[in-house]
């Protein structure tokens, strides 16, 4: 049996409760994570998949809903200890590594950060021979440590960003859109480092992102996103070749693919938005371990849906 290492149950997340201009960002979405495993979570922008992931850390608090991790519900910590031991074992990689680096520090102190809080070096040789390894284990040059941000190219910050999410020996790494802000012959770069760190350190990784090809590229299962509600899950393999709820398909519809006849002939599938019937809608299993958002009804459409396009 995999273990489970976050679980997420009916996580709410609405802004400005109550008001006319409420948002729910994340409406009623469960999900798990097993350890070792990398889950991708997509959807377009203001789908809800940061705000996710920010309250999986909490750095947000939720109007509702549990998140478990490694058993323990993440909301019910109390005391500086209990949270600073918990933040040492899930980190975050941001989405923008311009902003996400302090330009005043330099990149031994940003990375040490952790190291310092945490009491995790005994004296400074210690902890500068930490630095010196993380800065190597993410393929920069432990000379960099006396630089500043700001002389550094998008692709080494987010390096940097990761090196400082290491420094505290994590379980588990949130990745928030980590190379969306990277130039195309960087992104490659990233992930296949993520994935090196991945099964050297066996991480687990929530890797949030709206290139449905790339989350592909790293992810064992994939959940698809829109509006705040998770309206698919399944593994990389059956979301990317059979998935079936209709923004599923917008979603692989725009992936944009190296053959012009094709682009010529292809059609963009439009999804408009969720049916608003008041009808009652949970994640339904269509096959082993995949799931649609839908009815009982309409899963059974999905699932003659899916045994189409699998030719059965």
Do not use: W
Not at 206 to 225: P, Q
Not at 236 to 262: K, R
Not at 279 to 289: D, L, V
């Amino acid at each position: 049996m995999e273990k489970v290492l976050l679980e997420v149950k009916n996580l709410k997340q609405y802004f400005n409760v109550g008001r006319k201009d409420e948002v729910k960002a994340v409406d009623d979405i469960s999900f798990q994570i097993y350890e070792g495993e990398t889950f991708g979570l997509v959807g377009e922008s203001g789908s809800g998949k940061s705000t996710t992931g920010r309250t999986v850390i909490r750095l947000n608090n939720p109007t509702g809903g549990e998140v478990l991790f490694d058993g323990q519900d993440v909301m019910k910590i109390k005391g500086k200890k209990p949270l600073a031991d918990f933040r040492r074992e899930v980190q975050m990689v941001f989405q923008d590594p311009y902003a996400s680096l302090n330009p005043r520090m330099k990149v031994r102190d940003i990375i040490a950060e952790g190291i310092d809080i945490n009491g995790l070096a005994k004296n400074e040789k210690e902890r500068n021979d930490r630095v010196d390894e993380l800065l190597r284990t993410v393929g920069l040059n432990p000379s960099h440590g006396t630089r500043y941000p700001h002389e550094f190219s998008g692709g080494q910050r987010q390096r940097i960003g990761i090196a400082r999410a290491l420094a505290v020996d994590p379980k588990f790494i949130i990745c928030d859109e980590p190379i969306s802000a990277l130039d195309v012959s960087i992104q490659a770069q990233v992930v296949n480092l993520l994935q090196d760190l991945q099964e050297e350190h066996k991480l687990t990784y929530l890797f949030i992102a709206h290139d449905l090809s790339m989350v592909k590229h790293i992810s064992d299962r994939i959940g698809v996103m829109h509006n705040g509600k998770l309206l698919e899950v399944g593994t990389s393999d059956e979301i990317y070749h059979y998935g079936v709820h209709p923004y599923t398909e917008s979603l692989l519809s725009a992936i944009p693919l190296p053959d012009p006849d094709h682009e010529r002939q292809r059609k963009r599938i439009k999804y408009v938005s969720e049916p608003n019937d008041n009808q009652e809608r949970a994640m339904e299993e269509i096959a082993p371990g995949h799931f649609v958002y839908a009815t009982k009804q309409e899963a059974k459409i999905y699932q003659e849906k899916l045994a189409q396009k699998k030719g059965n």
